[in-house]
């Protein structure tokens, strides 16, 4: 059964730092892409990041040079390093990994940015 365990994020202040994580099992990952996605209240869900196996990496244009992604192929995971946070940061956090016809989500960590 494949699952990917979210950890990380809650409330910072505007300009903070959190770090996301995202370990998936039950299947192997390596091979493929990983990221993350968020929805704020009232809004869709929308790509924040992805990383590729060799290391490539995307971004919304609203989190660069302010967020990075990573990944550990023998761990089966991939990480989010957000800094200097704004409040229009906050949202539900989303771990994601396509395979084959399937894509797996994790099950969301809240992050709030707020004075």
């Known amino acids: 059964q494949v699952q990917l365990v979210q950890s990380g994020g809650g409330l910072v202040q505007p300009g903070g730092s959190l770090r996301l994580s995202c370990a998936a099992s039950g299947s192997d990952f390596s091979a493929g892409v990983m990221g993350w996605y968020r929805q704020a209240p009232g809004k869709q869900r929308e790509l924040v990041a992805t990383?590729?196996?060799?290391?490539?990496?995307n971004y919304a244009d609203s989190v660069k040079d302010r967020f990075t992604i990573s990944r550990d192929n023998a761990k089966n995971t991939v990480d989010l390093q957000m800094n200097s946070l704004k409040p229009e940061d906050t949202a539900v956090y989303y771990c994601?990994?396509?395979?084959?016809?399937?894509?797996?989500w994790g099950p969301g960590t809240q992050v709030t940015v707020s004075s």
């Open positions: 994601y990994a396509p395979k084959l016809f399937t894509v797996y």
């Open positions: 990383i590729s196996s060799g290391g490539r990496t």
